[in-house]
């Protein structure tokens, strides 16, 4: 089971940081990375469109000063996340600013578009693709992904109902190339877990929320410390697309989490939903079932150490 090329020699731990609506920024990012670990961003996340190329510019400049400071223990590489539906209208000024920076790794969500991958494979970057089940996991490398993300059911934002066991199962009989385990993860004993199960990287989102370096509220990053599993909402009234949330926000915006309407798919958005307005990812908190092992607001590199301490620990706890 392959990590890709580009991250072999450069993780402390097999983890990539899932890229988070609005809270991912070029600070967390060269955080994660210079930690040991895939930071990512979404694309959409630096506005105006022109911001994008500021990002990609300061991420890239530090980075690289970093790896000549640092030749013995580099970075591990980045990736920006790329929503490809016909909603996102930034999408191929986006994917151009990737190509001229040359990012290492895209991430691919809500689509699988041919021309998109073969972009990114023009200057040699790699194609992860979002999937949900097994059919999309076919439509995807058929059309061109690399690697395959598995979101799994708890996984926090946009996620899938499977059980990652069945999910990884189903997947790892066909496809040999890289898969990273997204759904609860927020353990160094839930990366080696994933790759029991055959994934080759854990995908982890949520628990960066609550580090110093992300763009949340400071309400946000304490609700994931003082909440747990049970307090997470699967709907798609805020998107269009089923996805899990905090409860505590979902009732803050004066909705019912027990008695939720259903949303239009064909309406998908990225911003609203509701009657109020409540706006999903800034009012509406989205949020995994992996957060009862957030116990504390700290950096990204602490964190990465709290994972990576715990990934060995189990380890050897079970002699492997």
């Excluded at 609005?22 to 930690?35: E, F, R």
């Excluded at 995994?288 to 590199?301: F, L, M, P, R």
Aim: proline content about 6%; charged content about 20%; aromatic content about 6%.
């Amino acid at each position: 089971m392959p990590v890709p090329a580009c991250m072999q020699g450069r993780l402390t731990i097999p983890v990539v940081g899932a890229p988070l609506f609005i809270i991912s920024n070029p600070d967390l990012v060269i955080a994660q990375c210079k930690a040991g670990v895939v930071g990512s961003f979404p694309a959409l996340n630096a506005r105006p469109a022109e911001v994008l190329d500021e990002w990609l510019t300061r991420i890239n400049e530090e980075l690289d000063a970093y790896n000549q400071a640092n030749p013995d223990k580099p970075a591990a590489p980045y990736a920006v996340n790329q929503i490809v539906h016909n909603s996102n209208d930034r999408l191929m000024h986006d994917v151009e600013m990737c190509v001229k920076h040359k990012v290492p790794i895209v991430i691919t969500s809500l689509g699988a578009r041919p021309e998109v991958f073969e972009a990114i494979h023009s200057y040699g970057g790699i194609c992860l693709h979002d999937v949900i089940n097994n059919m999309f996991a076919h439509k995807a490398i058929e059309k061109g992904a690399d690697g395959l993300i598995c979101v799994a059911s708890g996984a926090g934002g946009h996620a899938g109902t499977l059980s990652p066991l069945a999910f990884i199962s189903e997947v790892r009989e066909w496809f040999d190339g890289p898969i990273l385990l997204s759904g609860a993860i927020a353990t160094g004993g839930g990366v080696l877990a994933a790759q029991a199960m055959g994934a080759d990287l854990a995908y982890i989102g949520s628990a960066f929320i609550a580090t110093d370096e992300a763009n949340a509220d400071g309400a946000y990053k304490q609700a994931l410390v003082e909440h747990a599993a049970s307090d997470i909402v699967y709907t798609n009234l805020f998107t269009g697309v089923h996805g899990n949330y905090l409860r505590p926000s979902i009732e803050a915006a004066g909705l019912d989490p027990d008695n939720l309407p259903e949303s239009d798919p064909s309406k998908m958005s990225f911003g609203s939903g509701g009657s109020n307005k409540s706006k999903a990812w800034k009012d509406i908190w989205g949020c995994g079932q992996g957060i009862g092992a957030v116990k504390e607001i700290t950096s990204a590199a602490a964190l990465v150490n709290r994972l990576e301490s715990e990934y060995l620990e189990t380890k050897k706890r079970l002699s492997i």
